[in-house]
């Protein structure tokens, strides 16, 4: 890869920061050719339709918004097949744009910060590699893994202290969607009558609640306990298929 030529186009509406780009390329990575540089959409698609490059480097906020950068990337998707792009933006704060952007087709984001734009990242890129970052949104994302399963360990070992089985969390999860008795029991499902149910919730309130704590606990009560203990995941609410 790091002998095979290729073109770019730098999309960037900060003259200086464009300038800046231009040098790192001229520099660092001698085997891309700048065909183009463009500080607006209108530019930029005037460009790709004079000669297709292999790789965009593509800023998210152009004018002032940063949804343009969105609609590019995934217009360029849509009508160039195999042309590569990276995200280099200074959206360092915005998580919902680096989804937005990844959903629509980006190879990778590297954020104005930090190490900035490398030979390394940008060959990475044309070499075929998906999810290229560099160490600023790196260190996020992994901080948000780490979360991520701390959080399904601890829920993991809740149902196994206070002895969870799948109908508990089903009638949980139900009742905090706001189901009542007998909508539960009318799952498929669920063999389970009201009567049964109501067992059940009280069964649940002596696991859940320390013996002092158990006298006049309601259904939401009891929701509320499992949410604090994750025994059900407030991100993960779906009710079953009736």
């Given amino acids: ?16 920061e464009l300038k800046g780009t231009e040098e790192i390329f ?6 891309a050719e700048v065909i183009g540089t463009a500080m607006n ?4 698609w005037t460009l790709m339709e004079q000669q297709t490059p292999d790789l965009v480097l593509l800023d998210l906020g152009l004018g002032g918004s940063t949804t343009i950068g969105v609609d590019i990337c995934r217009n360029i ?6 042309v590569h792009v990276l995200i280099f933006t200074g959206e360092i704060l915005n998580e919902k744009l680096w989804v937005d952007v990844l959903d629509a087709g980006a190879d990778g984001i590297i954020l104005k910060t930090g190490e900035l734009l490398t030979k390394t990242d940008v060959e990475a890129v044309m070499s075929g590699k998906k999810l290229v970052f560099n160490y600023p949104i790196l260190e996020k994302i992994v901080e948000r893994f780490k979360q991520a399963v701390a959080a399904d360990t601890h829920r993991q070992e809740a149902i196994i202290s206070y002895d969870i089985d799948e109908y508990d969390e ?19 499902g669920m ?12 069964d649940l309130i002596n696991r859940l609640f320390p013996p002092g704590e158990r006298m006049g606990v309601n259904a ?11 025994i059900i995941d407030i991100d993960n ?6």
């Fill in 237 to 242: 609410l779906q009710p079953d298929d009736e």
């Fill in 220 to 230: 939401t009560r009891l929701v509320v306990r499992a949410l604090e203990l994750r």
């Fill in 191 to 202: 063999p389970f009558g009201i009567k049964s149910l109501e067992k059940r919730q009280a």
């Fill in 77 to 82: 998707f849509a009508r160039y097949k195999g």
């Fill in 41 to 44: 959409e209108s530019e930029f």
């Fill in 26 to 31: 001229r520099n660092e990575i001698p085997t």
């Fill in 1 to 16: 890869m790091s002998n095979e030529r290729f073109k770019v186009i730098i999309v960037e509406d900060v003259k200086l």
């Fill in 170 to 188: 089903r009638f949980l999860r139900h009742l905090a969607l706001g189901y009542t008795k007998e909508m539960v029991a009318n799952l498929r």
